[in-house]
């Protein structure tokens, strides 16, 4: 067979798929009969009011020499830590901006960071593959440096995210540039389960994010650039319980719905989404909208406490506050006197609900508190 025949038949196959892949589309649609806010327009409801004074920032994080690329809090809310294009990982007390800690990394293509659920420990990884453990209670070196206490070795791409178990110190999953996700147990340092990679069920290209789900932690959504968000149980490694489809380019974050029975993804199509896990339809999309034709790519995504907000940021500096019920943004941080002047590339809400930290390209963090009496939604 010819290069040119071959080109004609995958030509085809691209088209044949396509035209299923508008059919299961449709099919989606005409099975819902509504959005969420759609069912929140009939029942009368409107948005939550929502202002400037509402969200203040506080603090303003400065530190780092590069790009922040991650965040993560800790359980008891006080401390963040944050992954940077300087190679370094800061652990930060958010109550008073002071740096705890200041690691250097050995590989300073660093992508991601978190905390351990007892804050004793961070875990990081990037372009080297690896998935490395830091204990912030181990003796600096005469550098000043803290040693790696485990290294995670098995991916064959970059880790693109780690996230602990909840309650867990000892586990871990990280998602990867090479189609896959892995559960660590920290304390050998062996790999536990792999989800996808030759199994047919899994992704088709890079994994980008993950989120546990805080109230079934066996249950862990991901999403990739193949489109979709992927929902997998620890128990069972060899097929993904459900695929999520709707977005028009990579899922870059993914995020549980505090019950536990829904989850959000942010895509670089520029639009959230909310799905229900048990049903896999799609419930709500969240998009701007936009007249030059320019998309800002959602970069992160975050729920308040109750689910009633959603934090988005994006590529172009906005960081989004949306109501979930009614679709709408309330409130733009990206368009205050005081927010960021680049990307937004992270974001996190405490885990009281009472704070959220922000990211940016423009190196810097910064500390968004709840204004005034307003209470946390």
């Known amino acids: 067979m010819s290069v040119a025949e071959l080109k004609e038949r995958h030509a085809a196959s691209t088209a044949a798929v396509n035209a299923l892949r508008e059919k299961l ?66 652990v930060w ?8 800690h200041a690691i250097k990394l050995p590989c300073a293509w660093v992508m991601t960071c978190a905390f351990s659920p007892t804050g004793q420990s961070v875990a990081c990884g990037g372009l080297d593959s690896i998935c490395s453990i830091f204990n912030l209670n181990s003796q600096a070196d005469k550098d000043g440096n803290l040693p790696v206490s485990r290294m995670l070795s098995g991916h064959k791409g970059y880790v693109s995210s780690c996230q602990y178990l909840p309650d867990e110190d000892t586990r871990l999953i990280t998602s990867s540039g090479d189609q896959t996700c892995m559960l660590w147990d920290v304390t050998t340092g062996q790999r536990i389960s792999v989800f996808g990679g030759e199994f047919p069920s899994g992704h088709t290209a890079d994994v980008l994010s993950i989120s546990i789900n805080g109230s079934n932690t066996n249950m862990f959504v991901s999403g990739s650039c193949d489109a979709t968000a992927r929902l997998w149980d620890t128990r069972i490694a060899s097929r993904a319980v459900r695929t999520f ?38 419930l709500q999309v969240y998009s701007q909208q936009h007249g030059d034709n320019e998309v800002a790519i959602v970069t992160s995504i975050a729920f308040s406490i109750s689910g009633r907000l959603l934090f988005a940021g994006y590529s172009n500096g906005d960081c989004c506050v949306w109501d979930t019920l009614v679709g709408k943004v309330v409130l733009n941080l990206g368009s205050l006197q005081n927010s960021h002047e680049g990307r937004i590339s992270c974001l996190g809400l405490s885990a009281d609900g009472s704070a959220l930290c922000t990211g940016s390209w ?6 968004w508190a709840f204004g005034g009496h307003r209470r946390v939604i």
């Open 25 to 90: 589309k449709q099919k989606r649609l005409l099975l819902l009969d509504t959005d969420v806010a759609g069912y929140a327009k009939a029942q009368s409801r409107t948005a939550v009011s929502f202002g400037p004074t509402d969200l203040v920032c506080c603090r303003t994080l400065q530190g780092h020499t590069g790009k922040v690329y991650s965040l993560d809090w800790t359980p008891e809310k006080n401390r963040i830590v944050s992954a940077s294009q300087d190679g370094r990982l800061i």
């Open 93 to 100: 007390n958010a109550l008073t901006s002071q740096k705890t």
């Open 245 to 282: 489809h709707g977005h028009e380019g990579d899922v870059n974050t993914v995020k549980f719905f505090p019950d536990g029975q829904r989850f959000g993804t942010g895509s670089d199509d520029g639009t959230c989404r909310l799905f229900d896990m048990r049903t896999g339809h799609q």
């Open 362 to 367: 423009d190196r810097n963090l910064k500390i």
